[in-house]
């Protein structure tokens, strides 16, 4: 099974960009389509962003189109989320997420995102 850690959330001010980046072991990374999700409090978890195995097909929530952007290395095991032009409700843990070939899910621990003036 895989093993996902995220990094690369902070305090951010409106307009601003941060890239998270998941990082994978224990399997392999290419047989996961991945996928980014966050949580907000008071909120439920939602999807923002996905993408295959081979990084040729991506979808994104409506909430993030033309401001997010989700690439993956399978070389190096890592899925990337760029965020531009943050608003302050995107502030939320993001959480690193690999679907395997059987439909399980496999979770990293969360990033927390805070964009605040």
């Known amino acids: 099974q895989v093993q996902l850690v995220e990094s690369g959330g902070g305090l951010v001010q409106p307009g601003g960009s941060l890239r998270l980046s998941c990082v994978a072991s224990?399997?392999?990374?290419?047989?996961?389509?991945m996928r980014w999700y966050r949580q907000a409090p008071g909120k439920e978890r939602e999807l923002v962003a996905l993408?295959?195995?081979?990084?040729?097909?991506?979808t994104y929530a409506d909430s993030v189109k033309g401001r997010f952007t989700i690439d993956r290395d399978n070389a190096k095991n890592t899925v990337y989320l760029q965020m531009n032009s943050l608003k302050p409700e995107d502030t939320a843990v993001y959480y690193c997420?690999?679907?395997?070939?059987?439909?399980?899910?496999?979770w990293g621990q969360g990033t927390q995102v805070t964009v605040s003036s």
């Open positions: 993408i295959s195995r081979g990084g040729d097909s991506t």
């Open positions: 224990g399997s392999t990374f290419s047989l996961y389509v």
């Open positions: 997420n690999g679907l395997d070939w059987t439909g399980r899910d496999y």
